[in-house]
């Protein structure tokens, strides 16, 4: 395992020399000059001259990633145009609300969602089944600022039972994690149903039958094992999904994290802030899937071996 592991993560450093040049082009290819832009409309060609030196651009393209990259291994993110403060303290700040509200979201929606997926395929095509299916459909249709409008206007309005916003105690994470899992949630209950409806038709479910094995053990204790690597394929795919998806959420609930702070950036164009937030993006989505690569391989041993 850990040779597969060790493999898997000197195949992660092209990938992330890839990502770092695209996030590194970024500055240079969006609109405008981004010295203008630190500068500010009022400032005299030698303030805008300054300001390109300070930030580096005056120096060949080449040189400029060398730097960028040495920077980056050291940790240095540069500052952010509109407070001055360094760029990772300000990420370090908020990193941490959305990590919790990240893993609070795949955790509900893990259980719930395989939940929903076990019931609905253990009574297939019963009520219990039409509505888990319901459940998910719904989940999967309604977009999570909308759910998170409705948590707001039920649960904050009308019962006074979580507050609207902010992440000042643990009712602080319940309504945006929700909002924020309840489309992965409907999309592992459906995922779970149909693996575990096929496992069920396998040869070794009825081989179980044959031994006097009970349905919990069947279920738990043979097919839902080999029908969870599809679902943590898409979990963890998802996963990677929500860091960057918690964006609209956060905003809606005024919640305090790289969301909030990444659509603010974009508002005062902190390119700085804007760069590392993308970059902080990316890879946390190459981690996420080599986190899902080794529990592939642990729930298939199989492809340790290919």
């Not at 405008?32 to 005299?44: I, N, Q």
């Not at 929903?116 to 253990?122: K, L, N, R, T, Y």
């Amino acid at each position: 395992m850990w040779q597969y592991i060790a493999k898997r993560l000197v195949s992660l450093i092209p990938l992330l020399l890839v990502v770092s040049f695209i996030v590194f082009m970024f500055i240079h290819l969006i609109p405008g000059d981004p010295a203008r832009l630190l500068a500010g409309k009022e400032a005299t060609a030698e303030e805008v001259e300054m300001a390109r030196v300070s930030l580096g651009l005056d120096k060949p393209l080449y040189e400029q990633y060398f730097v960028y990259l040495k920077d980056l291994l050291t940790g240095n993110l540069g500052y952010s145009v509109k407070s001055g403060v360094a760029v990772s303290q300000l990420i370090g700040e908020r990193i941490l609300p959305t990590l919790g509200l990240t893993f609070i979201s795949i955790i509900w929606a893990l259980v719930v969602g395989i939940l929903i997926g076990v019931v609905s395929a253990v009574y297939r095509n019963k009520w219990p089944d039409h509505l888990g299916m319901f459940t998910a459909v719904s989940g999967i249709s309604l977009p999570n600022f909308w759910v998170g409008l409705i948590l707001i206007q039920i649960f904050s309005v009308q019962l006074g039972i979580f507050p609207t916003g902010g992440a000042e105690s643990w009712k602080s994470y319940i309504m945006p994690s929700f909002a924020l899992g309840a489309g992965i949630m409907a999309m592992i209950a459906r995922f779970t149903r149909s693996s575990l409806v096929e496992s069920m038709k396998q040869d070794y479910i009825r081989m179980g039958r044959a031994k006097g094995l009970n349905s919990s053990q069947i279920i738990f204790g043979h097919a839902l094992k080999n029908s969870l690597i599809p679902v943590v394929t898409v979990a963890g795919l998802q996963f990677g999904f929500l860091l960057g998806g918690s964006v609209v959420v956060e905003k809606v609930f005024s919640f305090p994290g790289l969301g909030t702070l990444l659509i603010d950036s974009i508002q005062f164009r902190d390119y700085p802030v804007v760069q590392a937030e993308i970059l902080l993006f990316a890879i946390q989505f190459i981690v996420v899937n080599l986190i899902i690569d080794i529990v592939y391989s642990y729930l298939n041993p199989k492809i340790r071996y290919e």
